[in-house]
């Protein structure tokens, strides 16, 4: 995409976020979950090549459909491209989700509803939050906004803007299929081999452009301090800069022990500072729609300028 309809149509998936959020009802990501599951019942075999090919056929119809849904509008005009990216952007984005999600955590904490907390952070994280103590909590719910910031929101973002609805559409079907075979169980650790790998790619760029965003709005020295210290020692390579950036433009301290399928796990620590409380996760809530902002005006500014380059250009 390129010009003014590709703000229009990022302009238009983020306004109709904002007003409906996801969808409660035919989402087509619960859809292609429902393929998934059934690709993989047909598929599974513990080997890297059988992953491979589960995630190529569970991919690819969708995406060559999207594809040549894509191609056909653009023949139609860049403004019906520009509907069907919208569109496509709309579905991917999770941004008031993330909100949903995170706010009924930091108000439980509030008011010391520790239970309720910790059954809201459960739809938030895969760790066993009933071990969790209120720092525990809100350190798990600011986690999971820094790093569903770029998850749900800049990495779709950034796909859009480099290859519109389809890249968009690649880019979820993706990240979806690492949380679903990704996963390091036994049973996964080679079939959700490629799944892993190829989110791990895609996600490469946008990660630490997410990173670098949250250090430019946050407390910059302590997010790149922490960004290059700790975030090489963090097992993801995508999670590490943006939690580590995240926690430290907050000046908050995260990571640490973690309670996983009834046993604590050693992680890394990140950021620096307090610990996490309620107030943390709104100020990464907050974070991340400053970053939404910050993201939507450097777009704005390259349309603007390649506007006004190209308007000299025929002068």
């Known amino acids: 995409m390129s010009g003014l309809p590709i703000l229009v149509a990022m302009t238009v998936a983020l306004a109709l976020d904002a007003l409906f959020g996801e969808p409660r009802r035919w989402h087509p990501l619960v859809g292609f979950g429902r393929w998934a599951r059934q690709v993989e019942r047909a598929l599974y075999d513990d080997a890297r090549a059988r992953g491979l090919l589960a995630w190529a056929l569970a991919v690819l119809p969708p995406l060559t459909a999207v ?89 779709a973002l950034f796909w859009c803007l480099l290859l519109g609805g389809p890249g968009v559409v690649l880019y979820r079907l993706a990240n ?62 995508n999670a590490g800069p943006v939690m580590a950036a995240g926690a430290g433009a907050l000046g908050v301290r995260l990571g640490g022990p973690a309670p996983y399928h009834g046993r604590w796990e050693e992680r890394p620590r990140l950021g620096e500072g307090a610990p996490a409380d309620a107030a943390t996760i709104s100020a990464a809530l907050r974070l991340v729609r400053r970053t939404t902002g910050l993201w939507w005006l450097a777009t704005a500014a390259a349309v603007l300028l390649s506007v006004l380059v190209g308007g000299h250009a025929h002068a």
């Not at 907390?117 to 600011?142: E, K, Y």
């Not at 790998?197 to 250090?215: C, E, K, Q």
Request: hydrophobic share 50%.
């Open 176 to 237: 979806t299929l690492d949380a679903t075979w990704g996963y390091q169980t036994p049973r996964l650790a080679r079939f959700g081999w490629a799944a892993a790998r190829i989110d791990d790619v895609m996600n490469w760029i946008p990660a630490r452009l997410t990173a670098l965003s949250y250090a430019l709005l946050g407390r910059t020295r302590g997010a790149l301090h922490c960004w290059r210290r700790q975030a090489p020692a963090w097992d993801s390579p």
């Open 67 to 155: 594809s040549a849904l894509s191609l056909l509008a653009g023949w139609a005009g860049a403004w019906m491209a520009a509907c069907v990216d919208a569109a496509c952007l709309y579905f991917a984005l999770g941004l008031r989700s993330l909100g949903e999600h995170a706010r009924p955590v930091a108000s439980a904490l509030e008011e010391g509803r520790l239970d309720d907390a910790r059954s809201a952070v459960g739809r938030m994280v895969s760790r066993d939050t009933g071990a969790l103590d209120a720092t525990g909590v809100a350190a798990a719910a600011t986690e999971s906004v820094l790093e569903n910031g770029n998850d749900a929101v800049f990495g």
